[in-house]
């Protein structure tokens, strides 16, 4: 079976774009979370969505934005990107919820100059 | 300026040696944890997890510990192996809420 997927794996924006970011879960894995990941804020939450609906947030402006599509793959969005936004951005999928086992994928590195 | 990064507690062991990994969690009403490996350059790599009805689960080389107490989880590895060096991290979860923490840097020497 195949694990999740991220794409792209690197990027390099500048202040002020907008990215999209792309993750496709587990085969059967219907919850899809995402992660930013920085040298100085360790790993943090983003949002959950499960069924193309967010059931959980976390601690981040608006500019950060989510969908899930029927078929389970999601993507996230960053508007007005800042300097501070680059980081790790990591994709994790599990069967149901978030209480179960959730597997990553690689991550799309973002660079914003 | 310049930003100031996460310490990461470090942990080096000889190799053959067992490890212990401490995480100390945060929420009480926390009731699942898990225990994720992070290599250079990966994302975190599931290892092993542990329900709040257990004090103990044993997988391959690994065991998780449980001290609801003190609120304190551990990792032990098993004879230790330089395949093993890589970030660990502990999770929470409390309804759907999931927490990192900050991870330690396992170094294992030939």
């Known amino acids: 079976k195949a694990g999740v997927t991220q794409t792209p794996r690197y990027l390099i924006k500048t202040r002020g774009q907008q990215v999209t970011l792309s993750c496709s879960p587990i085969s059967g894995h219907r919850s899809v979370s995402w992660y930013q990941q920085t040298p100085g804020q360790g790993l943090q939450f983003l949002f959950e969505y499960f069924s193309e609906t967010q059931r959980n947030k976390g601690n981040f402006p608006g500019r950060f934005s989510g969908r899930q599509f029927s078929n389970s793959r999601s993507e996230m969005n960053v508007s007005t990107l800042e300097l501070g936004d680059s980081a790790l951005y990591l994709c994790a999928s599990s069967l149901v919820s978030g209480k179960e086992t959730q597997y990553f994928g690689p991550g799309t590195r973002l660079l914003v100059l | 300026g310049e930003s100031v990064g996460l310490h990461l507690p470090t942990l080096s062991v000889q190799e053959g040696d067992n490890s212990i990994i401490n995480c100390a969690y945060s929420?009480?009403?926390?009731?699942?944890f898990i225990w994720y490996k992070q290599e250079s350059g990966k994302g975190p790599q599931f290892i092993i997890d542990?329900?709040?009805?257990?004090d103990k689960r044993q997988g391959q080389r690994v065991t998780v510990l449980l001290n609801k107490t003190v609120k304190h989880l551990s990792l032990q590895i098993a004879a230790t192996q330089p395949g093993d060096s890589a970030v660990y991290f502990c999770a929470e979860n409390n309804n759907n809420d999931m927490r990192f923490g900050a991870g330690t840097r396992l170094t294992v020497k030939p």
């Open positions: 542990i329900r709040s009805n257990m």
């Open positions: 929420n009480s009403a926390s009731d699942y």
